[in-house]
């Protein structure tokens, strides 16, 4: 049996670099590698006298503070399986996470305590609470630190085999319910690890900003696991804004930003008005697709390249990104990350892998070490997922001669008007470059006579913009299947728990 544990990640880091900084929370509070690992190890003696054992499933509801990885890193120290839990979701959606995955003890935030608390007595699920307690609270679960402080902190981690799950990550359910993705340890070190030692020349010495949510892929494996596993610093931000995410990185001398590209936009916004801007090194995009435009406004304003890459819940999450060993190609996905192949199937045969030449578009396909180990509970949808064991994603794209990969769109998003196949993706690119417009989504909505027709949802970045008038720019830039020929105003577009925006919502809204 070969052992592996994601816990290892944070107790090499205590036993490499005991007196760094591995964490500054939004107060300025600084917190070792060594304290972070005794406070987990505390936590997780905490979690074993309310009954938490290995296999065991715990459920965490923490926003962007040191609480999230010393609950997080406490769970995998006592052998359990951790389903981070979206803020963003209500009482009865909680509700829904907690008896699908199983939990056997939610522990949230005071902050979160209404949603949680509800959702943990409509379940019968233990209920546990770290942070800070508000003033006007009667009654509240029991307190992790309290439980802790009387007892003997576990001397390691319990040992695990690699292929156990270590995470429970729920999929944002474009169709249907969320469905629980199994992770294991074995994938979420090796992306921690990849991510720092393949891509990017990172050293211990990088200051990273956390402010993508850390119960989201992106901001776990690439933002928390993979900082901790190089032995840098993580820098908390709870609620993300331009303004205060630029302060922050002035303030503590952040080398590396990664974000989806709504930060992007809001970090332009703020940059307008900013009397300095932060020195950064690296900036990582993924999650959505970047348009193009914003990411030459970036250059402009910060003096930085966004490195942009691709990867899903089920693939741990880095499949691609623009790297350094093969260069840059500004609108791809960039080559796959050591150790991970990416194909283009054809989507038309389901039940195998049929892989398409370098230009064709069609499905992307990936295998490897961070491919998931299926859906809790969910054969079926599991066995449509991964064929010959291959990844499908259900993402559309494209590889040409020098092995860049493109994303042209999600299947479920792309518009048939008239016969013809439109990827919003291609649209959106030219109108991010509208000088009026801040950003923009592009959706398919009912027509009786052409089946679906093409509807452009904008944010203006300034008064005065006319919906004919956008509709005749476009139509000089794109083919006449493909320009919008509805225009709908907002003052911001629905997004998501990883702060992707919600097409499905904006379909029902506009159609």
């Known amino acids: ?34 304290d972070l690992w005794a406070q987990s190890r505390s ?42 839990v979206s ?12 008896a699908d995955s199983g939990a056997k003890l939610l522990v949230t ?25 508000p003033a006007d609270l009667p009654q509240y679960p029991p307190r992790l630190e309290e439980i802790s402080e009387g007892l003997e902190p576990l001397r390691t981690y319990v040992t695990r085999e690699a292929e156990d799950v270590a995470v429970i990550l729920y999929t944002s359910g474009t169709t249907g319910k969320p469905k629980g993705a199994l992770l294991t340890h074995l994938n979420l070190v090796m992306n921690a690890a990849v991510n720092v030692f393949d891509v990017h020349p990172l050293t211990g010495d990088d200051v990273v900003l956390g402010c993508l949510p850390l119960f989201h892929t992106f901001g776990q494996t690439v933002g928390m696991n993979a900082t901790f596993r190089l032995g840098g610093t993580l820098v908390l931000l709870p609620r993300f804004t331009g303004e205060a995410a630029i302060e922050l990185m002035l303030k503590e001398n952040v080398t590396i930003f990664h974000g989806v590209p709504t930060m992007y936009i809001g970090l332009l916004e703020a940059a307008a ?57 500004p ?44 859906y809790l509970n969910r054969p079926d949808a599991t066995a449509e997922a991964l064929v010959e064991g291959w990844f499908r994603t259900g993402d559309l794209g494209v590889k040409d001669e020098q092995g860049f990969i493109s994303i042209v769109d999600r299947t479920k ?20 470059r509208h000088p009026a417009i801040q950003q923009v989504a592009v959706i398919g909505v009912a027509d009786e006579t052409l089946g679906e027709e093409i509807c452009a949802v904008v944010v203006p970045a300034e008064e005065g913009l006319a919906a004919d008038e956008l509709i005749e720019w476009a139509k000089e830039r794109l083919g006449k299947h493909k320009y919008p020929r509805q225009v709908r105003f907002t003052e911001s577009l629905p997004l998501g728990p990883s702060m992707k925006v919600l097409k499905r919502e904006l379909r029902k809204q506009y159609s």
Request: glycine share 12%; charged share 20%.
């Open 1 to 34: 049996m070969t052992t592996l544990s994601l816990a290892t990640v944070l107790a090499e880091a205590a036993r490499r670099y005991p007196e760094k900084v591995a964490i500054v929370d939004e107060t300025g509070g600084r917190i070792t590698y060594r």
């Open 273 to 329: 008005t900013a009397e300095r801007l932060p020195n950064l090194k690296l900036c990582v995009s993924g999650g959505a697709s970047l348009p193009v435009a914003v990411l030459e406004k970036f250059a402009g304003a910060f003096g930085s390249t966004i490195w942009e890459g691709y990867g899903l819940s089920e693939t741990s999450p880095t499949a691609t990104t623009n790297q350094p060993s093969f260069g840059a190609k």
């Open 413 to 432: 998003d792309l518009i048939i008007r008239g016969g013809f196949n439109v990827y919003p993706r291609e649209v959106e690119e030219v109108l991010a």
């Open 331 to 374: 609108g791809t996905v960039g080559h796959p990350i050591w150790g991970v192949e990416v194909e283009i199937a054809r989507p038309e045969v389901p039940e195998r892998i049929e892989f398409l030449p370098d230009g064709e578009l069609g499905e992307i396909v990936i295998r490897g070490h961070n491919v998931f180990a299926g």
């Open 87 to 98: 803020l963003l979701l209500n009482a009865e959606e909680v509700g829904y996470v907690l």
């Open 109 to 133: 935030h005071s902050a979160f305590l209404a949603a949680g608390g509800g959702a943990a007595a409509a379940t019968g699920t233990r209920l546990a609470n770290v942070g800070p307690l």
């Open 43 to 84: 936590y997780a003696a905490g979690l074993r006298e309310l009954g938490v054992g290995p296999g065991d499933t715990v459920a965490v509801m923490i926003p962007n503070v040191a609480d999230f990885p010393r609950v997080y890193y406490a769970a995998l120290a006592v052998g359990a399986r951790i389903v981070p």
